[in-house]
């Protein structure tokens, strides 16, 4: 009868152990691809990077080229004033 219980108890760790394994492999799995995942984000991070850049590059263009249509908006109206009083 002891034999009996003692095959049980081994079977039974076996079971336990095998059930550890497989956890093992998932785990590994689930690292590998958070991994993978981690790489395609930071990625796509420096793609975003760059067109943020470019993105802020432009937008610095445009404003100074609005800076200078004023500056010459309020020349032209200077020159107008001027004009107007030399009349």
Known sequence: MLYYVLIGLCL???GVAG???SYL???DRIDGERKKRLAELEHRCTELKAKLAAANRKI???DELIENLEV???RNEEAWADL???N
């Open 12 to 14: 039974s760790l076996v």
């Open 19 to 21: 059930l550890q394994f």
């Open 25 to 27: 492999f998932y785990l």
């Open 60 to 62: 610095e263009e445009q």
């Open 72 to 74: 010459l908006h309020v």
């Open 84 to 86: 107007l009083e030399e």
